[in-house]
């Protein structure tokens, strides 16, 4: 029998900690620090800090832990796998140089071009002066990236010069890294592959939602609800996705020396050109794993070591419905969530930045739970959704209340912010 650390503290980490606990195999999951929402889905937290490697070690070694599976990008810019792997513990999840790919903007832009991935074309500046000129005569919209994790925020879609420079000169604040791509339109996805050496298993795609308000509009955010699978993304265009972003970029890193077991995640643009990468990330995406883990009908834990041992994994899913998820926020959430404020207790929800007793949680962070539902089709799993949470919401929180529009074709999806 099995035990499972799970690093990392937010809704995704509470979703594959649920997940893992559905293993036959599994008897305990830890969640390093974990959130107390998890508590009530018998996970149990250990109060190290997912960026505390040394204190992480010496847990999993004492405990004895049979797999530590990483969830966020932090400690995997850390370097978190290696140290594991130094140590000689099973650990799931890239390597730091393999981490790049989402830590550094510019290393996967450059990844990308050597290696044929199609994505938006780029310029990368390291003075502020130049950026700006080039700004000023390059068209509209503009992309401008920090290069850098910045928790799905350090991006802006300048439609206008000035917004343009004020993002510049934002971003030089922070950095001296920043890239300013051209704008793709289309329709964005997010296909997920759990990869292990040469082998890898897809997840079922999803759509998450990065802007703070209905529509698509005000500022970016970590992301405030998905839905999946996507109807628009047919098997022919998980096939293109594939061939031309999937294999040649395992591909890529393997010949650069890079093989390792963990996520990839494409962020996918569907254009006028085909399938493009807005962006990678090298875990699972968040909101995207509370809706689509739970698709899982296979023992999770037996795939990842299968994985592990770089043999293909039975993992099998669902077929037939489709799940969506709502996100609730602290009100200030992105720049200044308020602290302190009362978040509900939903039976199946996967909880997030919130601290307190179960059952008396309050808001500790910006995105504090996520609400699910799944249903035959996209409107009932959004009805039911909706419906649930004007039953049980009286606080403060605030939500989209058009997830899953665009999958029902009712809203244009305008473009590539991430
Ligand atoms: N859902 C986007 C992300 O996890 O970065």
Redesign the pocket.
């Known amino acids: 029998m099995a035990q499972v650390l799970i690093v990392g503290s937010g809704g995704?980490e509470h979703a594959i900690a649920k997940t893992m606990l559905a293993s036959p195999q599994v008897t305990t999951v830890f969640c390093a620090p974990g959130n107390p929402g998890m508590v009530a889905d018998q996970v149990q937290l250990v109060a190290i800090d997912e960026l505390d490697l040394a204190g992480l070690i010496a847990f999993a070694r004492k405990q004895k832990i049979d797999l530590t599976f990483i969830g966020p990008e932090a400690p995997l810019a850390a370097g978190i796998v290696d140290a594991f792997l130094a140590a000689d513990l099973a650990v799931f999840g890239p390597p730091q140089a393999v981490a790049q790919l989402e830590s550094s903007k510019a290393f996967a832009k450059q990844f990308m071009q050597r290696n044929g991935i199609p994505t938006a074309d780029y310029r990368l500046f390291h003075d502020h002066v130049a950026a700006l000129a080039y700004s000023e005569q390059a068209p509209l919209p503009q992309v401008i990236k920090v290069d850098g994790l910045a928790s799905?925020k350090g991006v802006t879609v300048a439609v206008d010069h000035p917004m343009a420079a004020d993002a510049l000169a934002q971003a030089f604040e922070t950095t001296d890294t920043v890239l300013i791509e051209q704008f793709m339109s289309g329709f964005e996805f997010?296909q997920m592959v759990l990869v292990g050496g040469n082998r890898y298993s897809l997840l079922p795609t999803a759509q998450?939602h990065?802007r703070l308000l209905d529509h698509d509009e005000g500022p970016n955010t970590?992301?405030m609800g998905?839905y999946s699978p996507v109807p628009q993304i047919t098997p022919d265009i998980i096939q293109e996705t594939i061939q031309r972003v999937i294999v040649p970029t395992l591909a890529g890193l393997s010949r650069e020396g890079l093989c390792f077991n963990g996520v990839l995640?494409v962020?996918g643009i569907l254009t006028s050109k085909g399938v493009q990468v807005v962006e990678y990330?090298l875990?699972?995406?968040?909101?995207?794993t509370q809706i689509i883990l739970p698709q899982v009908t296979s023992d999770f834990y037996q795939a990842i070591q299968d994985l592990m041992a770089h043999q293909q994994p039975r993992l099998t899913w669902q077929e037939g419905e489709t799940y969506l998820g709502v996100v609730l926020a602290a009100p200030g959430y992105p720049s200044s969530p308020k602290l302190g404020v009362a978040v509900p207790t939903i039976v199946g929800a996967d909880y997030a930045g919130v601290w307190g007793k179960p059952g008396q949680l309050v808001s500790a962070g910006g995105r504090v739970m996520l609400v699910s539902a799944h249903a035959a089709d996209l409107a009932t799993a959004q009805r039911r959704v909706y419906a649930q949470l004007e039953r049980v919401l009286t606080g403060d929180l605030i939500f989209r209340t058009d997830i899953g529009a665009k999958g029902m074709g009712s809203m244009a999806n305008p473009g590539s912010p991430?």
Do not use: C, Q
């Open positions: 995704r799905g997010s998450d990065k970590g992301g998905a995640y962020g990330n875990r699972l995406g968040d909101p995207e991430a």
